[in-house]
């Protein structure tokens, strides 16, 4: 019994995207779903990476021995140290001083008005005890008589001697500069030089304590320049560092105040939570998250609106994450960065996985302290592994693109040895390096499968239709197949040939050629039910359907999409495979049956709707080229002459009637892609259907002949050496 039930169509979206048990409590276009997703991923991610990067806290006591021995796990600074050098610097620096050379011009004009004041004296027209007198009153400071008369008995060339050689004493010692630390230093040196000199020593004695007051300092202490000069040393000390593996203290080693420096530096023996570190990554985690959500709502928008999706996403980057972190404790070389951008590539699409390594690529940083080697393994990587599994042709596929990573990884390895420490012909840097090459190629490899061993429960969790899983429904040996070959061979031939037309013209039009190729192999399996009814597989010329009504004959062949989809079902095939069934037909009148029923009764009588297919029209481009395969195919399929002008020309007059029937209007194609997808159906119909010789049957006889001998020659001969 063939029922006219109408059957439910599918709804426009995300390809693959259809909810299965698991995940059937997402709402499409949640708001609150979709914040709630948001934030847990940003705590899990945020949980993994603070407690990744905290580092084992020791508590130690100075004065006590350390209870076990301990190693610098990642490089810092070492800021006790290098505040000692610091400080060493600068004290080593000389304080700046500004050299005064009017406070020279002042001596000299002090000592000159001095002696001046001498020889005025010495000119006096008074008597001679009371110029003695007056002598004693010039010298600041007390002199006997016979000393203030050495000054008037003295010749006065004898007086300009004296006076030109202190001058030059004066001179020199100012000349040095004079600081005020130094300034008794230089007093006593101009006291000592004049004493040396060939002259009275009631002159000299006199003379030299009237210069001693008059020495002072002339290198004026600039404070600016010396704060700057020690500051300037102060910052051009290297920092200390310790380096990774160091050894900080050995167990029962007893504590002091540098070790308790060297674990603050490092952040071992923090007695508070590290708050610095908590709101630093918080902050970092939230530019990340906002940059990959303006991004998701620009160019992503089906993956934005779907908590379904995000929920994805975020399992695959959590998993990742996990991996990143227990792989970091063997080796950053082992991070399997890949797995998760292989993951999201077959999942969702290569640029949002490229997107991802670079988030990625940050996290590994975060987790590694900013390891330059591991970062750009990493990035180079996931680019290798997204570009090689973006179009995929076979499931060993997967596997090749694991190869490839760990190709571009021991490149990577290579390069940053070589770059960073030169190869050196030591055991210790050979035995890094070997390691380092073994992680990394197993890096690689172990992605692929840690991919291949996950995307089975992915795909069937979230009831996404991947390339992986269009491959092995493309396989012959698929029940249905199978049976559509042994139950209706001419239709598993149409079917062949529909799926060659359909790739190649979704390919010229940027659609999913794979897609389009599995959905027609799919496309007619309700054929099988009543296989005999359908002219491909007739093999005589007894037709059932001119036995009976043009209207039962329509049931019968529109009935084939309804048991098509029923037949998916039970067969559990994706849900974009079972619309392909759907809408392969459309809303199209089936006119032979039509014209037919028009010709028994009036054309007024007969109703144009009960002769079409129930639909609904292709949503997609893929649907509708297989619409169209499937009709041109059929059509040039029936031409007696096959000329590449008839053909061109049949395919074009198909699509048009298509296109005015409206039936794709619902689709994506534009004029444009539907020139394409003629232009491609043409060159491939034209040579499958080509016009072939007909050899004379004398000719074709010989001809089999000599083919037979040369195989029982060969026969015959058996197998060489």
Not at 98 to 106: K, V
Not at 244 to 249: F, L, V
Request: glycine residues 6%.
């Amino acid at each position: 019994m063939i029922s006219k039930t109408p059957i439910k169509g599918p709804k426009k979206g995300f390809p693959g995207l259809h909810q299965l048990p698991g995940v059937s409590f997402l709402k499409k276009d949640c708001l609150w779903q979709r914040l709630l997703l948001a934030s847990a991923l940003f705590i899990v991610v945020f949980l993994i990476l603070y407690f990744s990067v905290l580092p084992d806290r020791v508590t130690l006591d100075v004065g006590r021995p350390s209870p076990t021995t301990i190693y610098a796990p990642k490089e810092a600074v070492d800021y006790h140290a290098t505040e000692l050098f610091k400080e060493e610097a600068a004290e080593a620096v000389p304080e700046a001083f500004d050299f005064e050379p009017a406070i020279m011009s002042e001596i000299n004009k002090e000592f000159d008005s001095f002696i001046s004041s001498i020889y005025e004296i010495r000119q006096m027209e008074v008597p001679e005890e009371e110029k003695v007198q007056q002598l004693v009153n010039l010298f600041p400071f007390e002199i006997d008589s016979q000393s203030a008369e050495a000054f008037i008995t003295t010749e006065r060339s004898e007086l300009e001697a004296l006076q030109f050689d202190i001058e030059g004493i004066i001179y020199d010692i100012m000349e040095q500069g004079v600081k005020e630390q130094g300034l008794e230093n230089a007093r006593r040196q101009a006291v000592q030089e004049i004493e040396l000199l060939a002259y009275q020593k009631e002159l000299k004695d006199n003379i030299a304590e009237v210069v001693k007051p008059m020495v002072r300092a002339n290198m004026i202490y600039n404070e600016e320049v010396t704060v700057k000069a020690r500051e300037q040393a102060r910052h051009d000390v290297e920092p200390v560092k310790i380096l990774k593996g160091t050894r900080i203290i050995g167990e029962g080693e007893m504590v002091t105040e540098n070790h308790m420096a060297q674990m603050d530096s490092l952040g071992l023996q923090r007695a508070m939570a590290d708050y610095d570190i908590f709101f630093g990554l918080a902050l970092l985690l939230l530019a990340i998250f906002l940059v990959g959500g303006i991004y998701l709502y620009i160019h992503e928008k089906e993956v934005f609106y779907s908590p379904s999706l995000l929920l994805l996403l975020s399992i695959i980057i959590i998993i990742t994450l996990i991996f990143i972190v227990a792989a970091n404790f063997f080796s950053g070389f082992l991070i399997p960065t890949a797995m998760g951008i292989i993951l999201i590539t077959v999942l969702f699409n290569s640029r949002l996985a490229i997107l991802f390594n670079v988030i990625l690529a940050i996290f590994i940083g975060i987790i590694t302290g900013g390891e330059f080697s591991f970062m750009v393994m990493a990035l180079l990587g996931g680019l290798v592994a997204a570009y090689s599994v973006t179009k995929l042709y076979h499931r060993s596929d997967l596997t090749k693109a694991g190869l490839y990573v760990a190709l571009v990884n021991v490149l990577v390895i290579l390069s940053t040895f070589l770059f960073f420490s030169g190869f050196k012909l030591e055991y210790e840097f050979i035995k890094e390096f070997i390691l380092g090459m073994i992680s990394g190629v197993g890096s690689g490899l172990f992605s692929s499968v840690m991919a291949i061993g996950l995307l089975p429960f992915l795909e069937s969790g979230f009831g996404l239709t991947t390339s992986v899983s269009l491959l092995e429904l493309a396989n012959p040996n698929q029940p249905l197949l199978k049976k559509l070959l042994i139950k209706a061979p001419g239709t598993y031939h149409h079917s062949i040939i529909v799926a060659n037309l359909a790739e190649a013209a979704a390919e010229v039009v940027g659609g999913d050629p794979l897609l389009a190729r599995v959905g027609a192999y799919y496309h007619d399996i309700g054929k099988v039910k009543r296989p005999y009814f359908f002219i491909e597989n007739q093999l005589t010329n007894d037709n059932p359907h001119n036995k009976i009504s043009a209207s039962l004959s329509t049931l019968i062949i529109t009935a084939h999409v309804k048991d098509g989809v029923e037949m998916a079902r039970e067969a559990k095939l994706p849900e974009i495979i079972t619309d392909f069934i759907l809408q392969h037909h459309g809303t199209s009148v089936i006119a032979y049956f039509y014209h037919q029923a028009t010709e028994k009764e009036k054309k007024d009588d007969v109703c144009e709707e009960n002769f079409r297919y129930e639909g609904p029209k292709p949503q997609t481009k893929e649907a509708a080229i297989i619409m169209i395969s499937d009709a041109v195919e059929a059509a040039v399929r029936a031409m007696s002459k096959p000329t590449s002008g008839r053909v061109e020309g049949l395919i074009r007059k198909i699509i048009k009637e298509k296109l005015n029937d409206g039936q794709l209007d619902e689709s994506d194609l534009t004029l444009k892609d539907l020139d394409k997808i003629a232009d491609a159906l043409t060159s491939i119909l034209s040579g499958i259907f080509h016009s072939r010789i007909e050899y004379p049957e004398k000719d074709l006889k010989a001809e089999i002949e000599r083919g037979a001998q040369k195989t029982n020659a060969v026969i015959n001969k058996g197998p060489s050496g």
